[in-house]
């Protein structure tokens, strides 16, 4: 099985409520390597773009408004499989229906407040890591 590059954002609820540590705590004891990392306040127009495949969905604004209130913290990842371990790892999209023990039923709020973004395929894993970090600054960490 090939390595894999995903991307994490630990989203502004999730700086707010002081868990970066620990939700970076269980991505490393989940066998993933940190590539990159940094803190950012997004503008929303950076907001905007990242999230501009979902320009369409009533959801949009609110998302925006919520990834640039606060600072948040974008990691590259990278593992075996990284795509659905770090899906698996996080839960669902809606905490309540999250799988017990995962991030965001551990940590979530709402739909909207839940912790932490993934990408959801290989491809958007590589083009979301580029979003934020040029490629001088992924460090393969193996």
Same mark, same amino acid.
């Given at each position: 099985?090939?390595?894999?590059?995903?991307?994490?954002?630990?989203?502004?609820?999730?700086?707010?409520?002081?868990?970066?540590?620990?939700?970076?705590?269980?991505?490393?004891?989940?066998?993933?390597?940190?590539?990159?990392?940094?803190?950012?306040?997004?503008?929303?127009?950076?907001?905007?773009?990242?999230?501009?495949?979902?320009?369409?969905?009533?959801?949009?604004?609110?998302?925006?408004?919520?990834?640039?209130? #606060?600072?948040?913290? &974008?990691?590259?990842?990278? *593992? @075996?499989?990284?795509?659905?371990?770090?899906?698996?790892? !996080?839960? =669902?999209?809606?905490?309540?229906?999250?799988?017990?023990?995962?991030?965001?039923?551990?940590?979530?709020?709402?739909?909207?407040?839940?912790?932490?973004? #993934?990408?959801?395929? &290989?491809?958007?894993?590589? *083009? @979301?890591?580029?979003?934020?970090?040029?490629?001088?600054? !992924?460090? =393969?960490?193996?």
């Amino acid at each position: 099985m090939a390595t894999e590059r995903t991307l994490a954002i630990l989203k502004p609820d999730c700086v707010r409520k002081e868990k970066v540590g620990e939700v970076l705590r269980r991505i490393q004891d989940a066998g993933f390597q940190l590539c990159a990392m940094k803190m950012i306040t997004m503008s929303k127009a950076e907001a905007e773009g990242f999230y501009a495949v979902h320009e369409d969905k009533p959801f949009f604004d609110d998302l925006t408004d919520f990834m640039s209130s #606060g600072p948040c913290v &974008p990691v590259v990842l990278e *593992k @075996e499989n990284a795509i659905a371990d770090f899906r698996e790892l !996080i839960g =669902a999209t809606d905490p309540d229906e999250a799988a017990e023990g995962t991030i965001r039923s551990d940590f979530a709020g709402s739909i909207q407040e839940n912790i932490v973004h #993934g990408s959801d395929s &290989p491809s958007n894993g590589q *083009k @979301e890591a580029g979003y934020f970090f040029p490629e001088h600054e !992924i460090v =393969a960490n193996t």
